[in-house]
């Protein structure tokens, strides 16, 4: 029961670790191509450095950090040729999860969303939106989609993605160069949305999510 106990206890704190440090890099606080600092961060969490290992561990499997061996584990360097391929499955999957999503999105739902973009162009206009509310509702609207989508492969596919998703995402508000027309494009998606308008929203999102990889690629 004790050695149980102890196993639960570890595991708990290795999913604790993984989720912070999942975050920093998410909210590029750990940059792409740090060195990872076991021990500083074990110390900080207040742990040993066995859930921090098995935590680094995960974000390896999930191709968001690269050990090298004999170096150390670093935080895995942003290419080109990975932000595209991952631009285009995400566009793939988001027309086949809207598919569904658009019937299944309650009115109430939309009506949030709106709420939401508008306050975000509210305080564009006057110069106090900073990237992380930007960042924050922004994934909100596309991740509402595949929670409401049937298609569960797709939700599987888009959670391994998001982090990676959400990482670029973060790059590309860095500066907010772009993000009255960002506003302005999320806001007409869920005008189409509101409407169900299928044939034209499909198509919307393909451009909004050519234009955000665009985007970001000038942004790098």
Same mark, same amino acid.
């Given at each position: +029961?004790?050695? !149980?106990?102890?196993?639960?206890?570890?595991?708990?704190? @290795?999913?604790? @670790?993984?989720?912070?440090?999942?975050?920093?890099?998410?909210?590029?606080?750990? &940059?792409?191509? /740090?060195?990872? *600092? /076991?021990?500083? #961060?074990?110390?900080?969490?207040?742990?040993?450095? %066995?859930?921090?290992?098995?935590?680094?561990?995960?974000? @390896?499997?999930?191709?968001?950090?690269?050990? !090298?061996?004999?170096?150390?584990?670093?935080? =895995?360097?942003?290419?080109?040729?990975?932000?595209?391929?991952?631009?285009?499955?995400?566009?793939?999957?988001?027309?086949?999860?809207? =598919?569904?999503?658009?019937?299944?999105?309650?009115?109430? /739902?939309?009506?949030?969303?709106?709420? *939401?973009? +508008?306050?975000?162009?509210?305080?564009?206009?006057?110069? @106090?939106? %900073? =990237? &992380?509310?930007?960042?924050? #509702?922004d994934m909100k609207l596309h991740q509402l989609i595949f929670t409401k989508c049937e298609n569960n492969y797709a939700k599987g596919i888009f959670e391994e993605m998001s982090?990676?998703? =959400?990482?670029?995402?973060?790059?590309?508000? &860095?500066?907010?160069?772009?993000?009255?027309?960002?506003?302005?494009?999320?806001?007409? +998606?869920?005008?189409?949305?509101?409407?169900?308008?299928?044939? &034209?929203?499909?198509?919307?999102?393909?451009?909004?999510?050519?234009?955000?990889?665009k985007s970001l690629m000038m942004e790098k």
């Open positions: +029961m004790i050695v !149980k106990t102890n196993k639960n206890k570890r595991k708990n704190l @290795a999913q604790d @670790a993984y989720e912070k440090i999942r975050d920093r890099i998410y909210h590029n606080e750990i &940059e792409p191509g /740090e060195l990872i *600092n /076991e021990i500083s #961060i074990a110390q900080e969490l207040g742990i040993s450095r %066995t859930p921090v290992r098995e935590a680094l561990r995960m974000l @390896a499997s999930e191709d968001i950090l690269e050990v !090298k061996d004999g170096v150390g584990t670093y935080v =895995k360097m942003l290419s080109f040729k990975n932000i595209k391929d991952i631009y285009e499955v995400r566009k793939a999957l988001e027309v086949i999860a809207i =598919k569904t999503a658009i019937y299944r999105i309650t009115e109430s /739902e939309i009506a949030e969303l709106e709420k *939401n973009f +508008m306050e975000l162009e509210r305080k564009y206009n006057i110069g @106090a939106l %900073t =990237k &992380e509310e930007f960042a924050s #509702i982090l990676k998703i =959400k990482q670029y995402q973060y790059i590309s508000y &860095e500066s907010l160069n772009d993000s009255k027309e960002s506003i302005s494009q999320h806001l007409e +998606m869920i005008r189409l949305l509101k409407n169900r308008n299928l044939k &034209e929203l499909i198509p919307f999102i393909e451009n909004h999510i050519d234009w955000s990889l």
